[in-house]
């Protein structure tokens, strides 16, 4: 199989945890001489300009600002306002003569500009016309949020108006995605110097709303010899991943995928996945399940072949045909599961891995082999099990979490969830786009279909993973726009794929 073309295309967009986009505001301040008054009053000023750009007709604006730098892009935004005549008030939770440094500076910035400033307090009423600004709490946040500052990001979130955050939303934790106990729900967020992990995976989606990153215009030189801790890689990036179809193809040019699954009253979840590995290109398609399934998966996609098994022994001499295999879907925790999973792991043959099979490896019973390729899609529940941990703890710190996975089943590991991660090991990437759409039965089997559809069209699977996230997400997102969220069916993302995958 071919390795990866990820690093051939373009990178994708660097993500960075809180520590490193300090030591790029760092560099900007030491290595390059700009001062971080200035970086402050350019990130106050972007902010205003895209809050201007985003409710052109609004002219009041309600800034509540804590007490660190995050607070001093706060104080600056409500001085520009003031400087263009718009309604401006700032509550803060520290007093301005407490303030330090260059937030000190850009509070006396707003009080030269007579911006009207007062001490929080949950019983203020806010103005009906408003746009409210969230300036508390900026990637310093670690632990619980006090009091205080839980009470204001409660009153912006109870107050029912449109909510710009500079930087990130107050509570959400830059690194990780994972939320305090009190989180402000933003419509926009406007980011600065580098775009950060934690706003596109686990609780940052939902909390950020449309995100936007001003660079505050440092040199690109500061990124130098910075890895980020990951990238976000989208669609219209991957799609060239895709291999050409020449004019004389055959179906033996783009594999053979058998999808191994649907234990007694599970059998739609097999044959969705053996959808999605047809819809995905792949040139043929087996199902292998129970006996009592194949008549509805005939009748429902008479393209398959569906062959029905009792045991693995009735399995294993069907497992030299295809050249890819999909286990899980359905696949149950029973003897005959067990049995399905253990010969698919003596195949030897490029793997998805997905659902019971992974519930099955987390009990101990079945290991994966030493060598071969394959892609683990746990949902964070799956994860845990593997990990021998609770969901909670998966969802605190996703990014650590699929790493350790890889580290420990090694392959590819795709974390399921709001801002999926990927990583194979020497890199994580974040793909697709949250969608509550997706939060139905069987979308999940459509996805490990489509990874292993694009594996036995030889991608590598990282690329594969990374593809089938993209397409699985945009196919949502266009579902969606046509259907609305609520009620979605996993099988209506079928020809959206299909689509997306047109040249």
């Not at 850009?106 to 911006?115: I, N, T």
């Not at 016309?129 to 990637?139: E, K, N, P, R, S």
């Not at 801790?229 to 053979?256: C, E, I, N, S, W």
């Not at 003897?335 to 792991?345: H, I, K, T, Y």
Request: with cysteine.
């Amino acid at each position: 199989m071919a390795p990866s073309l990820i690093d051939n295309l373009h990178s994708g967009d660097p993500l960075y945890s809180a520590d490193q986009v300090r030591e790029l505001d760092r560099r900007a301040i030491v290595d390059e001489g700009i001062s971080g008054a200035v970086l402050m009053k350019r990130a106050g000023r972007a902010a205003f300009e895209h809050a201007c750009l985003t409710w052109p007709e609004v002219r009041t604006w309600v800034v509540l600002c804590g007490a660190g730098n995050n607070a001093g892009d706060g104080y600056v935004f409500a001085a520009l306002a003031a400087q263009k005549q718009h309604s401006v008030t700032l509550y803060h939770l520290c007093p301005p003569d407490q303030l330090k440094g260059d937030a000190k500076a850009a509070a006396d910035y707003a009080l030269q500009e007579s911006v009207p400033m007062r001490a929080f307090e949950p019983s203020l009423a806010p103005p009906t016309d408003a746009v409210l600004v969230d300036a508390l709490l900026g990637t310093g946040l670690h632990g619980a949020v006090r009091p205080d500052y839980a009470a204001a990001i409660d009153w912006i979130n109870r107050a029912a108006l449109p909510v710009l955050a500079l930087d990130l939303p107050s509570g959400l934790y830059a690194s990780t995605g994972a939320a305090a106990q009190m989180a402000v729900e933003a419509d926009q967020t406007v980011t600065f110097i580098g775009n950060k992990l934690g706003l596109v995976t686990g609780r940052g989606p939902a909390l950020a709303g449309q995100v936007t990153l001003s660079d505050l215009q440092v040199p690109p030189q500061i990124y130098d010899q910075l890895p980020p801790v990951a990238q976000r890689v989208h669609l219209t990036q991957l799609l060239p991943l895709l291999p050409k179809r020449k004019a004389d193809a055959h179906k033996g040019d783009f594999g053979h995928v058998m999808v191994v699954g649907g234990e007694l009253g599970f059998g739609g979840a097999a044959i969705l996945a053996a959808e999605a590995a047809a819809f995905s290109g792949a040139g043929l398609v087996s199902l292998t399940t129970r006996s009592e399934h194949v008549t509805a998966a005939l009748v429902r996609r008479p393209e398959l072949m569906a062959l029905g098994v009792a045991s693995g022994q009735e399995l294993e001499p069907h497992l030299s045909r295809p050249s890819h295999l999909v286990i899980g879907p359905g696949l149950g925790r029973t003897p005959w599961s067990e049995q399905m999973l253990q010969q698919v792991l003596k195949s030897g043959q490029p793997l998805v891995l997905d659902a019971d099979a992974l519930n099955i490896l987390a009990a101990g019973r079945l290991t994966l082999p030493q060598q071969g390729q394959w892609v683990l899609t746990p949902h964070p529940g799956e994860a845990a099990r593997l990990l021998g941990i609770g969901t909670a703890e998966v969802q605190q710190d996703r990014p650590a979490a699929v790493v350790r996975l890889q580290q420990k089943f090694g392959g590819v590991v795709l974390l399921k969830g709001a801002g999926t991660l990927i990583c194979d090991g020497t890199r994580t990437l974040v793909a697709g786009a949250a969608n509550p759409g997706l939060a139905t039965g069987g979308s999940g089997d459509i996805l490990s279909g489509l990874i292993g559809g694009l594996m036995a069209q030889g991608l590598s699977p990282l690329d594969a993973a990374a593809l089938g996230v993209c397409l699985h997400s945009e196919a949502a997102a266009l579902a969606v726009e046509e259907t609305g969220v609520a009620g979605l069916q996993a099988s209506e993302l079928l020809p959206y794929i299909r689509e997306l995958m047109r040249p």
